[in-house]
């Protein structure tokens, strides 16, 4: 990477952090995922009855180790490892097709597409220049992210049930795989629509689409239909990867002057 793409980087970062706006946007929604939700979540366990069906059917979905503790540790856990991690594949979603929507087309409505153009890279250089900004930015809401929630989710469970809640495998695969992968394939997708579209809110309709999935999950993990283990987030994770690999170079393998400049 040079020093002109990384020039693009920085600017597009600063960019989104300059705009209260999108910069409110990429805070407020994964904190309020990853931070509100648990602690309400968490501080009601203090208050509910001991016996409650809906909660104890999804308990029995858990390992045996884990359904001997308390009722409220073993709640805490299914929540920190089985439910949460799942928001963490919606999170980089969200925070990358916020940035990647305008990659293209904010440079349009801001007139400065034709000075971009100018710059001593080639426009696959360009482009693999906006992905990048945008990947860097999700990852980097996403990790925020994980420290916040993990600070408050281990605080609360230890003043609620005097122990400490431990992280299983399924966080490395969801943080290290998994969230990269499906980042990456938003981002490509949007970055790509970004170049044809006239407004941001088009370029932003394709991340639509890719979210469907992963809201169907979440209703699984709180409906108890599904549990989403190490193994299946490990295939997922290689899955998307792979697609991700081959959707970006076939985006920056055919992504011509002529798309960009169209009006």
Known sequence: MNRPMTAIIKKDIRGVTANKRMFTTLLVVPLVLVVFLPTVFILSLHFMPDENGELLKLLKLLPLNVQAGSTPSALTHLLFNYILPVFFLFIPIMASSVMAAS??????????????LYCPLSLQQIFRAKVLASFFLSMGVSLLSFLCMLVVVEGESFLITHSLVLPKIN?????????????????TLTVRVSAKAQSVEDAQQGAVFLLMPVLLMIIGQFTGVLLVSGWLLLAIGLVC???AALLLKNAINHFKYETLLKQ
């Open 103 to 116: 990659s293209f087309v904010g440079e349009k409505e801001k007139h400065t597409l034709e000075t971009l």
């Open 171 to 187: 966080w490395l695969l969801i943080l290290l795989l998994v969230s990269p992968a499906l980042s990456l394939i938003a981002i």
């Open 241 to 243: 990867a792979v697609l």
